[in-house]
């Protein structure tokens, strides 16, 4: 079964940086595409960055390009997510999931992990 854990959300100041991190222990990350995804109480999981299994494309949300960076490290078979200039409305809990190609639809991703709570507040 596919496992993912994120890690590296917090509090941070607007304006600040935070870097989370997708990882997986029982299985290659280089064989899916991984998304990140966010949600808040009330509204629906959106998508926020994705890279395809080679690393070669990245997509992003146009709230957070420019901010954000998806990326891979193989020898550390995580993905991460660099985020910065963090604003207030970027408060949510972010999450990670793996699926056969980046798309930003949620329901298209097979497995995601328990998620990592981001709070931009000052």
Known sequence: QVQLVESGGGLVQPGGSLRLSCAASEFSLEQYAIGWFRQVPG???EFVAGINRSGGSTYYSRSVKGRFTISRDSAKNTVYLQMNNL????TAIYYCASGTAVTDTASAYNYWGQGTQVTVSS
């Open 87 to 90: 604003k207030p409305e970027d």
């Open 43 to 45: 509204k629906e999981r």
